[in-house]
């Protein structure tokens, strides 16, 4: 293979992606290396298994990729807007609407909503780390080395150009030569092993580790919908697995499970991916309804009305997502029988999920809102939400899908839904919990600035697309024709609009570290509901000194109306809390290597990866480490000190 | 993480740590159906799709398969009796019927590796049809499976005979147990669903 071959040439903006690459690293090494951090980015970062600090590095992982992907969608938004542009040409474009929906779903959704997971549920549950601390690293690591493999391929070896969804026969070797495809394979399926962990990971936390006292129906309903979000992931992912293994045999190896050749069956692709994929879109907005719910009560200063409404209807959604898989390929032919079956099981969907609708607008009813930017994210959630929701029962209809169909209506439906869902939760849930994580809140009036832009863009960019659906424009288009073309400028207005309103939020985030107030006490909006808000800010390492004993929902606020803490002098006792290890970072790096051996088809790094990874899990299981105490003085001394006493 | 250790009931039992791993094994087992029932959908999906290559009916043959049945059946039995032994706190029974599970297991690969090469040198190779290639991939995940489960049993025979019967060493053998017993399910529908429909059809 030749350099020229190794790195993408010939596209200016790509030359540019690289000149930045570079002075961004060299920025970074230059930083960490002036100012001597990288002992500290090793020992606070890189070993943690420490569950907040993980969140974090998962936001902010998830953030980056955020941007990443709003820049994709930004350069198709200016192809788009006017007719005959030669903005980006056909292959071009074709890589970036295959990487923006990869990365917006995959290493953004999934990873963003994950990191709340890991600060919040722990907290929310009154235990001091997740079951598996060690594979909560791995999995973090997991899912950053896999978006890095996937990243980097736009400047080595070249994007994936088949969308996210890779249909087969265009997503095999034959269609498609060369390591572009490899790249999204590998990637998923480095950053698969995480997810799935994670998902084991926090069944076994939600089950077995509760506070004292707490039933299952007296979780918080974030602490729900996490847990059923797990059981979807442990249910999905292998599916996903296996369909990704499927494909690099048939790429790598010449097999011929999605071939046109040996009699292979492209359809069946169709199939196992949105086996996966549907039951994916839940786990994207499970935990954002759960988000929603702990904000909207939060800040209506009300219990949530109809609590176990709201569990029963996230299970049945859950059970529900398992069954309508085929409406993402109506016109494929199943015939009519199949086609009604699913298309009544994916109207089904909509009950619960109207239940849902109700009980927030129940919890809003008659409340004392307090406004907040967080308030305003879940606020604006359930119209824009609902019109998400209503289209898709339109699209569910599998006689009017034919229609539908692989048009900019869809692309409008499903925007409304993962961007008013997932996106709206992402920074309601972040801007709510942002002072449990760095010790300040974000300012809001700034806040408010970032908000409008973000959703009137929103509006502006994804509302006409329904229309251009309407008059007629397919999807994935790099060009468009004079008709559509006033709808696609108002479009292009909008994206640019929330582009606006997240360079505001990224300013925000500067702005309110140097200049907000620092937390004094940790319940940070005053009318906190659930444990988290009982911990102090910044939490302890630790999370709690002692553990109370729960006998309701809304866990906090009985504590409150009893006057107790979770430091309880008289009930100290050594706490045991796990080590840190850099273990989990070096085997993935390994498996990294060896996955990027996989897409470029270099067996030999392919194996000697591997090797190197399977070394590291013998390492791991010869590991007898038994963590360490923190003695009740340490447990005192820190409590004062992040208590005030 | 509470380090309370309870001073009855089985070993593997006794710590929180303990229960919790093999809770999450446990799940882990059923995220293993959901791969497995994939292949094994895939499977059933590509049947009969043999293209030019050879049908299945003339390559399997029962007596191969059997003696591998046989040898897999009993490694669970024997590795039902190594646990046994570890409730019974021996650490000498129980790696005896370890080591005796896992030399009935590399037989069983041992067949395995001899059967895909007389499959391959008869022109059934995973590149020459879609019922191949679903074919090699179920049985070879499982096969993989065995592999990865006698390597890691290895690994785990060394630090029980260098640390004796722990909480942790115990818990580590039972989940190597269930991991054990579920290859030994998967395989019987292997057997039933791929081996015997496949020599009739």
Redesign the interface.
């Known amino acids: 293979m030749q350099l020229d071959e190794f790195f993408v040439t010939g596209e200016p903006l790509i030359y540019a992606g690289m000149v930045s690459i570079a002075l961004v690293s060299a920025a970074i090494l230059f930083i960490l290396t002036y100012f001597k951090k990288w002992g500290w980015l090793w020992r606070e970062w890189l070993t943690t298994v420490d569950h907040k600090k993980i969140g974090v590095m998962y936001i902010l992982s998830a953030l980056a990729m955020l941007f990443r992907g709003g820049a994709d969608a930004l350069m198709m938004r200016t192809q788009l807007a006017f007719p005959n542009m030669n903005f980006l040409n056909a292959q071009h474009y074709d890589e970036i609407f295959t990487t923006h929906g990869t990365v917006m779903i995959i290493f953004m959704a999934m990873p963003f909503l994950i990191g709340l997971m890991n600060v919040v549920v722990p907290l929310q549950i009154g235990a001091?780390?997740v079951?598996?601390p060690y594979l909560n690293a791995l999995s973090f690591w997991s899912f950053l080395f896999g978006a890095m493999l996937f990243n980097i391929s736009f400047v080595i070896g070249g994007s994936p150009d088949a969308g996210w969804t890779s249909y087969t026969p265009l997503a095999g070797a034959a269609m498609s030569p060369g390591p572009g495809q490899n790249f999204y394979l590998m990637g998923l399926q480095l950053s698969g092993i995480g997810t799935?962990a994670t998902?084991?990971?926090f069944?076994?936390t939600i089950?077995?580790?509760r506070a004292p006292g707490m039933k299952m129906f007296q979780m918080p309903i974030f602490t729900w919908s996490t847990l059923i979000t797990s059981f979807i992931i442990?249910?999905?992912?292998?599916?996903l697995?296996?369909?990704l293994?499927?494909m690099t045999?048939?790429r790598v190896?010449?097999?011929?499970?999605f071939?046109l050749?040996?009699?292979?069956?492209p359809m069946?692709w169709a199939n196992?991916f949105w086996?996966w994929g549907h039951p994916e879109v839940y786990i994207v907005i499970l935990p954002a309804f759960g988000i929603f719910s702990e904000v909207i009560a939060t800040f209506a200063r009300k219990q949530l009305f109809g609590y176990k409404a709201m569990v029963w209807a996230i299970i049945l959604i859950a059970g529900l997502s398992f069954l309508v898989w085929v409406h993402h390929f109506f016109t494929m032919g199943a015939g009519a029988f199949v086609n009604s079956v699913f298309s009544i099981s994916t109207m089904l969907i909509a009950v619960p999920t109207g239940v849902k609708i109700f009980n927030w607008l129940g919890t809003l009813y008659k409340s004392r809102i307090n406004n907040t930017v967080a308030m305003m994210w879940s606020l604006a959630f359930i119209p824009s939400f609902v019109i998400g929701g209503v289209t898709g029962v339109m699209l569910g209809m599998a006689s009017a899908d034919y229609q539908f169909h692989n048009s900019y209506f869809l692309v409008a439906h499903f925007h409304y839904v993962l961007i008013a869902g997932t996106v709206f939760a992402c920074f309601s849930g972040l801007v709510f919990w942002y002072p449990k994580m760095f010790g300040h809140k974000l300012n809001e009036r700034l806040g408010k600035w970032s908000f409008w832009f973000f959703v009137i863009g929103f509006h502006v960019c994804f509302f006409p697309q329904y229309f251009a659906g309407l008059d007629g424009m397919p999807r994935r288009v790099f060009t468009i024709i004079p008709e559509w073309m006033p709808l696609n400028i108002i479009s292009s207005v909008g994206a640019f609009g929330m582009g606006i309103g997240f360079a505001i939020f990224v300013f925000t985030v500067v702005y309110s570290y140097r200049y907000s107030e620092r937390e004094k006490t940790g319940d940070s909006w005053d009318d906190g509901r659930t444990l988290e808000w009982a911990t102090p800010t910044p939490v302890p390492f630790y999370n709690f000194a002692t553990v109370p004993h729960i006998n309701s929902m809304d866990a906090y606020v009985k504590l409150k109306e009893e006057g107790k803490t979770t430091f309880d002098e008289d009930k100290l006792e050594p706490?045991?809390?796990?080590s840190n290890t850099g273990q989990p970072f070096i085997m993935m790096a390994f498996l990294f290597v060896a996955s990027f051996g996989v897409v470029f088809e270099w067996m030999w790094m392919a194996i000697a990866g591997l090797i190197a990874g399977v070394v590291m899990m013998?390492i791991r299981?010869?590991d007898?480490d038994e963590?360490f105490?923190v003695e009740i003085d340490e447990i005192k001394r820190t409590e004062r000190s992040t208590r005030g006493l | 993480m509470s380090s309370h250790e309870l001073k009855t009931g089985p070993l593997e039992y006794r710590t929180q740590e303990g229960q919790m791993t093999i809770m999450g094994f446990w799940i882990f087992l059923a995220a293993e159906i959901v791969l497995f029932s994939t292949l094994f959908a895939t499977y059933a999906v590509l049947f009969g799709r043999t293209a030019d290559s050879t049908p299945p009916g003339e390559l399997f043959e029962p007596g191969i398969v059997l003696i591998m049945t046989f040898l897999l059946l009993t490694s669970s039995f024997t590795c039902g009796l190594a646990i046994h032994e570890m409730r019974r706190g021996s650490v000498k029974g129980l790696l005896i019927w370890m080591m005796i599970t896992l030399l009935l297991g590399l037989g069983f690969l041992g067949f395995e590796i001899y059967e895909f090469i007389h499959y391959t040198h008869e022109g059934a190779t995973m590149q020459s049809s879609a019922f191949w290639s679903a074919f090699f991939t179920l049985a070879g995940t499982h096969g993989l499976h065995v592999t990865l489960g006698i390597g890691w049993a290895i690994l785990l025979l060394i630090q029980v005979a260098k640390r004796g019967l722990t909480p942790r060493t115990s818990r580590k053998f039972f989940v190597i147990g269930l991991y054990w017993h579920f290859l030994d399910v998967v395989w019987i529908f292997i057997f039933t669903s791929v081996y015997l429909i496949g020599m009739v059809v």
């Open positions: 001091r780390d079951a598996f799935l998902g084991i990971n069944m076994v089950l077995k580790m442990v249910f999905a992912f292998p599916i697995t296996v369909a293994a499927l045999l048939d190896f010449g097999a011929q499970f071939t050749t040996g009699e292979g069956m069946m196992l086996m706490i045991h809390m796990p013998v299981s010869f007898y963590g105490h």
